[in-house]
């Protein structure tokens, strides 16, 4: 294994991934964007701002809760939450998204554009980009749009504008492709604050130390409280970034393992899942070379997965990396799984995990029992990076568990 | 990779890396006539493969007058982040009606044979998956000239350079107005063929106006890489642009003003009908001469 | 004024309100209550295990976060939020569930019941008896389990039973009806886990004291950081539960004033609200003596409140205390001034806040806009109980300000 | 207010707080016949005000044979945290056809004058905000026995124990299975008139049987405080159980059996049907009688 705390290079490669696949005319702010990147990361007020933003906003330092009733169908696993749903917009998005808006202000950038899928970036953009004063525009995949109407409308209530694209498959990736059209066009006045470790160089690396609070804190608070480093960290993956936020502290503790989740839809097999590093091949894709799903001739293939969130056809870089390197492991888990884990935490703990977040879940549980097998001696600490809260999925898992909202009972009707 | 941020571009394997290339002595060519080459964008396999096919030759010879110089043939993509509403149109539809990278040989062989030079636009992914040395020897042996990149920029072009040179295609990388000086001396070394100026900060598209960011970003080209034929296009969409763009520009490049007359005949129900699209290839043909 | 701290007396009376007006077939069960609830909270393992669970599962402490868009728009006023939002389930309410939970637990009751409005309650507690493997019954109006389908799912997600009641105007002050009739028949194995600091003693006493922790939090992070006690806290009152959590600490601070803001729905000439105090009148309702929406005969009337959870037509027994004592003042807020407050801390500072505490919000910008009339040379410190997120809101605050979820613009259409 | 914590209830001023009242003495009266006193409720105001008092009348006299000896007047009342569905249909019904506090006078005096005791059932804010020695006065004036409260216990009855004396009104609060002996014994010494005994632990409604708890109940009250006359109600359903619980109570109490005969005609469209009504209290006024 190489040196991973090198990486990336200075072009932004992780190996031969990432990279920088983009027009020329957004070189000049990428380029801005790397440096200013590090200086701000270097400036004590910068850091001590974000800090300050982190705490007395979102709300952070999140906990790490220990679910005993969800372990116990877990094998001999102990399992623990690192708990990002509680940060203030209800998911780790918030914590990159802080971190950009601040550096758009220094860069003197007073306007944000961003992609959105089911919304949650988007919602996390236009808060922040309220927070600072930002002008701020969301685009959003018109079947996104469609579905997701209630997450347009709390875009706009927090004063974003919102753009359906209709342009290829309507959904996430197109939002994003619609994204750099428009910042090629703005990039004078404009950040692109892109919501996750894709895309191209430095917006994956700096995506992560946005997100290394997750891993920063969680390292800590279990040291603290077991006394012990965790046998495995484990997130879904969708873009990557809360994945990437749990691993960072811990990729240079060689006996911890990284486990990273993808979507699998309806299972490998059948091609609708979103898989792109268990499923996919190595290609290039918003700017970035990573895992792909793509056809024959290299067209992006669509993603499917009950969760918006992980329902993307690329992977940020440095998983690529770290799956192909071997350091890290990565696993699907099909939407029914996650479903299940969805509502085994609820029942059992009382935390009902954004979609995304169930995947994780469902990961840690099916890694639990297989350790109970393999291993039984081992009583694992495996902690979880809770991403989300399920709020928004309230309605996807009703469709799924087929509920409708109707009682159990009515009493005092005459 | 190539290092881009010295001003001294790295120098690709026994490559010659400034040399005109055969598109850049179509430009020459034209320049001995006193006047800007003309380029022509259009997607294959929009409406169909071999309407697209007819077009590329209408584009090339609309009646009786003159053509295009070049055919940029467009390889339609998924994920077209530099490409404003009327390409993805065409693009998307010809997807959608199952245009495979393959076309685009098919294509070059079409121009080719109409008298043109044909390059090809393309997104990185579908050479990347094609496999950058099969495509760059399967393109030449069709008789292509080279390639435009737009989302490969000489910093990840290794690959790329090694495969053009081995099979003799230009390199059309992209400049735009926020390059730094440093980068476009290292693009223009970079380049084989011409440099393709971006004039406007922004997605492809006709425009009312053109950029008054074009004179300038091709004066700063002709100032830092004097040698350097230089290509605009991003806005160009009738003959007195043409001519304007003529005027300071080696070749003048023209895109969605071409799809659009084919947009309009599919939505008229006569796909096939190319009669707009030679109008318009008549006017700009006719614009870069008036100059 | 009397001596606050020695209330209430040990019938649960404040003055003149409060009190036990039950069955006497309830009488054991509060008895019980009252007893076991002053040996939990003299048993440290009990308040350890209920700070582990604050801290560890709900993210206690909640920060304090300074509003200085928002302040600007509110006279010289400083605006701080004690950030209720950010708790697990999304509003103070956990706090007082957990509590009590735990408490059913150390009773030896199986089995939870509670009534809920919005479903806020509801939620909360059907988590905590996930939590700690605790049956439960939910009691909800059925005109809001009509609409509020999705709560009524996600209660049934966490695996609690959901009763429709029909009985009266189908509400919440209904659904209490139901649940203290469950109570009669069940209170063996059963605990009515109320939601407020109304009902018969011990709750009102019992749920302030469970809510404490958001002054006694609160009062040294203002102090910490501003080194002062605030010129007042204030907060929104439905039951009144928030808002006693928020005063608590601060009850024996005679410089710090106390603000309630009440529900005026259309306002109160209109007859179409939800101010007991201020627009309400003596009477008895749901075990207590306090102040009541009531007609002439002292039958209850309907409130009405664009909030849900302040849809309630009475208030706890102390804040009747407070109000009539002059410690603390209370003063009604329409639903467009708490609607425009939504807005106003939405789009100046990305808080969505509930409704409830949109309240609070319109109350403190009206104060610091009176403050700077009367008293222009103070700048006053003004801490508000932000109880809740907005996000179980977001319908009702699009159908008020005119919204559907259209995206402002699509492009990449053909 | 009354402290019922401690074993020996408070002395309510100038009160003989055992006594047997107006409402006792009818007890008695029955007990002298070998027999319990039957006591039914009726809501005033269901179907109608004028109705609900012709319901009352049939209820003292349901044809040749005897009626109740008394009748527990039920005032509607919006939060009927002690009432099952029937009554709190009968109830809601009422308000929306404009049932008033008032009407219950009216009610009082045709029951007086039907020659059974008249007793009040209400919650306690309708007497709270009637003003409660207001109430008081103006009951007893009508010719009232007194009151049954049920969400007032003696705790928070201070003000009702001045009022019932002041007006000679007898006091009847509720005891439940899980009262414990302290305040079986400070509820029984606060009534005046008799106890009520909740036989179930659960609101009122008719059940199929009735509650194996109200014998021990009654047992425990018979022990704690000998001298107290008892009345059992809460799922009392027909003659049969009336004689069952007639056996071992004082006073057997109807709610719900009642009202449903009523409820029936309502949805037979007839609501001043009272046929119903009078063949369920023949049959609990044989059943009193059986023993
Ligand atoms: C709660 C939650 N978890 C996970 C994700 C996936 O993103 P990433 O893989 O970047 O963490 C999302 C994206 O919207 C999300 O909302
Ligand atoms: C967010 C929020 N705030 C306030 C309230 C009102 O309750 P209370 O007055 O008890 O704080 C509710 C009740 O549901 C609520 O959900």
């Not at chain 1, 009902?352 to 879940?361: D, K, L, N, T, W």
């Not at chain 2, 993805?88 to 121009?111: C, N, S």
């Not at chain 2, 160009?236 to 023209?254: K, R, T």
Request: hydrophobic content about 40%.
């Amino acid at each position: 294994m190489n040196e991973p705390t090198t990486l990336p290079d200075k072009g932004g490669h992780y190996g031969i991934f990432g990279g920088q696949y983009v027009p020329e005319a957004l070189n000049a702010a990428l380029t801005q964007l790397d440096r200013e990147f590090d200086l701000a990361m270097a400036d004590p007020a910068f850091v001590a701002e974000l800090n300050r933003l982190r705490v007395e906003y979102s709300g952070r330092p999140t906990p790490i809760t220990e679910l005993p009733r969800l372990s116990a169908l877990a094998g001999n696993a102990r399992i623990v939450v690192k708990r990002e749903d509680l940060n203030h917009t209800g998911s780790h998005k918030i914590n990159n998204v802080l971190g950009q808006a601040l550096l758009s202000k220094r860069m003197g950038k007073s306007r944000v554009i961003a992609e959105t899928g089911a919304g949650q970036h988007g919602v996390a953009t236009a808060t922040a980009a309220a927070l600072l004063g930002l002008e701020c525009r969301v685009y959003m995949g018109k079947v996104d749009t469609d579905r997701q109407a209630l997450n347009v409308a709390r875009m706009q209530l927090l004063g974003a504008e919102v753009i359906a694209v209709e342009s290829g498959s309507a959904t996430l990736k197109d939002s994003m492709n619609e994204a750099m059209r428009d910042w090629v066009a703005s990039v004078d006045d404009t950040h692109y604050l892109i919501g996750t470790v894709a895309g191209p160089h430095p917006f994956p690396r700096m995506v992560k130390e946005f997100q290394r609070v997750i891993s920063t804190e969680a390292r800590a608070q279990l040291l603290e409280r077991y006394g012990e480093l965790p046998y495995a960290v484990a997130a879904c993956v969708g873009g990557g970034s809360n994945a990437m936020g749990m691993f960072a502290d811990f990729i240079d503790d060689p006996e911890v393992k990284l486990y990273g989740f993808e979507a699998e839809g309806d299972g490998i097999p059948t091609g609708r899942h979103a898989a792109s590093i268990t499923g996919g091949s190595i290609g290039v894709l918003h700017g970035m070379r990573t895992y792909v799903l793509q056809d024959e001739d290299g067209q992006t293939v669509e993603s499917h997965s009950i969760s918006a969130g992980l329902d993307y056809p690329g992977v940020g870089p440095e998983h690529a990396w770290l799956a192909a390197s071997g350091r890290g492991t990565y696993e699907p888990v099909t939407d029914a799984e996650a479903m299940e884990a969805f509502k085994l935490i609820t029942q059992t703990e009382g935390i009902m995990p954004a979609i995304e977040s169930a995947h994780g879940i469902a990961g840690a549980i099916r890694l639990g029992r297989r350790l109970a097998e393999e291993q039984p001696d081992l009583s694992p600490l495996i902690c979880v990076c809770l991403s989300g809260r399920g709020d928004k999925d309230v309605a996807s898992a009703l469709k799924w568990f087929d509920l409708d909202g109707t009682p159990d009972e009515t009493v005092g009707g005459f | 990779m190539t290092d881009m941020r010295a001003a001294e571009p790295v120098k690709a394997p026994g490559a010659q890396l400034a040399g005109a290339g055969i598109s850049g002595r179509r430009i020459l060519a034209a320049k001995a006539e006193g006047r800007a080459a003309l380029v022509g964008y259009l997607p294959v396999g929009y409406p169909d493969v071999d309407t697209s096919l007819d077009a590329m030759r209408a584009l090339c010879r609309p009646g009786d007058g003159p053509g295009v110089d070049m055919v940029e043939i467009g390889l339609p993509y998924s994920d077209p982040i530099l490409d404003g509403p009327v390409i993805q149109r065409a693009g998307t539809t010809a997807l959608k009606r199952g245009v495979r990278t393959r076309d685009v040989l098919r294509a070059v062989e079409a121009v080719a044979e109409a008298g043109a030079t044909p390059l090809c636009m393309t997104y990185w992914n579908l050479v990347d998956r094609y496999g950058v040395d099969a495509f760059a020897r399967d393109f030449a042996q069709a008789g292509g000239a080279g390639l435009i990149t737009p989302d490969l920029t000489p910093d990840e072009a290794e690959e790329w350079m090694v495969a053009s040179e081995e099979h003799g295609l230009d390199r059309i990388f992209l400049v735009s107005p926020s390059s730094t000086e440093e980068r476009i001396i290292a693009t223009a070394r970079a380049c084989r063929g011409w440099v393709y100026a971006t004039a406007v900060m922004g997605v492809t598209g006709a425009r009312q106006r053109t950029s008054s960011q074009a004179p300038q970003l091709v004066a700063r080209l002709r100032e830092l890489a004097p040698d350097t034929l230089v290509g605009v296009g991003l806005g160009v969409s009738n003959g007195a642009q043409a001519a304007e763009v003529g005027s300071f520009a080696d070749a003048v490049i023209v895109g969605s003003a071409l799809i659009k007359p084919m947009l309009a005949a599919e939505d008229a129900g006569t796909p096939a009908d190319l009669s707009g699209l030679r109008a318009v290839v008549a006017d700009l043909a006719a614009g870069v001469r008036s100059a």
